[in-house]
């Protein structure tokens, strides 16, 4: 196994998934804001952003980001401005209010090669690395991203890899949890165990669409009713799992921050792939994203059930007798 040395200086804040390589080759420790906000009280995290001034009706994620970059000793916040959400602008502003120091990163609205290339060179620019130095910690993290190609085909193909394990391990694949040799260390483990378990039994199989749900018990639920998650949308986009070699092509093909016809297309391909039975699309309450549902709602031909989630809770009864029904119908 190769290793990298990975000396730290500062720790780094992000609100998505961003060219991680860059901030690794600087020296950084990159913290995935979103991972954050649930792996700590998240409903205090909330609570705390509303004592701010923030509105009840605004995403929980974006008041949960800014309490956590004000809750874990951040050095700097990068916002995606583009590509993400819309209100990331003024979430800067406010974060920035608080003094940490902020920047922001664009992905290109058409998919554009160049103008990509040209974020990238001014993030690496901003962190004093070269191309070189992120392409060789690229080819360090693309050791650790085909591991979790593995993973994934554990969970559709080879059924050893539950849909909730499949999410929690590339949802953390974002900023590999600060440290990508103990991640690979964990995931080199938790992949030894898994391929010596038995097979799972294959149920409703089920593509999990949108955003990674704030609700806490989605997948046990889902597993509860008769289903199998075989597909979590875009928690593997975060795994960067097509491995290109060079960086700008792999966030280009990198699905999330473009278009939902751009999301689709991938869709498509992996319902074919993963015989998959049926669509479960995660809204949040608040969201620009709920319209790109609209979308694939009308060209995905599988029964569709759209959940909208608002607080880091479980999931209500009403939301809960949803989901049953849906299970109800296409068992």
Excluded at 216 to 222: F, G
Aim: net charge negative.
């Amino acid at each position: 196994m190769n290793t990298w040395s990975w000396p730290v200086t500062k720790r780094i804040g992000f609100t998505t998934s961003l060219p991680v390589e860059v901030l690794y080759a600087a020296g950084h420790t990159p913290i995935d804001l979103n991972n954050i906000f649930l792996s700590m009280d998240s409903s205090e995290l909330i609570h705390k952003a509303e004592l701010f001034g923030f509105p009840r009706t605004l995403c929980s994620w974006i008041k949960g980001n800014f309490s956590a970059a004000l809750s874990t000793q951040l050095d700097e916040v990068i916002g995606i401005v583009q590509g993400d959400c819309s209100n990331t602008n003024s979430l800067l502003e406010m974060i920035k209010e608080e003094g940490i120091p902020v920047y922001r990163f664009s992905f290109p609205s058409l998919r554009d090669y160049h103008q990509l290339d040209l974020e990238i060179q001014a993030l690496e620019s901003h962190y004093e690395v070269s191309r070189k130095q992120t392409l060789e910690v690229k080819a360090r993290l693309d050791q650790i991203r085909a591991k979790l190609v593995y993973l994934d085909e554990l969970t559709w193909l080879q059924r050893k890899v539950s849909g909730k394990e499949n999410h929690l391990w590339l949802v953390n694949s974002s900023d590999f949890q600060g440290n990508p040799d103990q991640f690979e260390r964990e995931l080199d483990e938790f992949l030894y165990q898994a391929r010596q378990r038995d097979e799972l039994p294959t149920r409703i199989r089920i593509g999990y669409l949108g955003v990674p749900p704030i609700f806490r018990d989605i997948y046990d639920s889902i597993s509860d009713l008769g289903g199998d998650v075989l597909f979590n949308e875009v928690q593997r986009q975060f795994s960067m799992p097509f491995l290109k070699q060079d960086i700008v092509d792999q966030y280009l093909v990198y699905t999330y921050p473009y278009t939902a016809f751009d999301r689709l297309k991938d869709i498509q391909q992996q319902i074919v792939k993963r015989d998959l039975h049926a669509i479960i699309s995660y809204t949040q309450s608040f969201c620009h994203l709920q319209i790109d549902n609209l979308l694939l709602r009308k060209h995905i031909n599988l029964p569709f059930l759209t959940l909208e989630g608002d607080q880091p809770e479980k999931m209500d009864s009403r939301t809960i007798l949803r989901l049953e029904s849906f299970f109800e119908v296409h068992s």
